[in-house]
């Protein structure tokens, strides 16, 4: 729930670029070939719509229950192009949160400011400085 609580508002991949080999109907939308697409994760992942007026707020538990919409959450695109390290990268993050909290607490240090930035991907601008305190056993 923490690891897909924070790529919802904070996606590396902040979108996708595709286009249309052929003509397409999507909905409404007639989209004639060769038409690129610029699809918004961001903009998915924060409509107030679909995650309601609190969108940008980090919140893990909205996890807990099953999504309405299968393509409302989609950090590793969707469909026959989708990433292919996805549950590499799934099972990375999950090892690695879970060897550290094993053996740390953490806390957010007073120099950190919340500044995502895109480079490529979306990344912390000034870095994440965060304070790990040895938990005793
Ligand atoms: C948090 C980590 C990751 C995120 C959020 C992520 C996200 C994505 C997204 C959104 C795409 C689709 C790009 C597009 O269609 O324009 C993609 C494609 C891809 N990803 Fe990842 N990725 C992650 C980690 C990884 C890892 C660890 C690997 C490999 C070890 C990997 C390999 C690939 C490959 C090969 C593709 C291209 C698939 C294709 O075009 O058929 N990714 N990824």
């Not at 080999?21 to 918004?40: E, H, I």
């Not at 390290?85 to 879970?98: D, H, R, S």
Request: charged share 20%; aromatic share 8%; net charge positive.
């Amino acid at each position: 729930m923490v690891i897909n609580g924070t790529l919802r508002p904070y996606s590396p991949g902040v979108s996708l670029i595709k286009e249309a080999l052929k003509d397409v109907k999507v909905g409404r939308l007639n989209v004639p070939a060769g038409t690129q697409l610029y699809l918004s994760l961001s903009a998915v992942h924060c409509d107030i719509d679909i995650w309601g007026e609190d969108a940008n707020k980090f919140n893990p538990a909205r996890f807990k229950e099953p999504r309405r919409h299968l393509a409302s959450f989609i950090p590793f695109a969707l469909g026959p192009r989708n990433c292919a390290g996805q549950n590499l990268a799934m099972v990375e993050m999950k090892t690695i949160l879970a060897m550290i909290i094993r053996q740390y607490s953490l806390e957010v240090s007073s120099t950190y400011v919340h500044a995502p930035m895109l480079y490529i991907t979306l990344q912390p601008q000034y870095g994440v400085q965060i304070l790990l305190t040895r938990i005793m056993k």
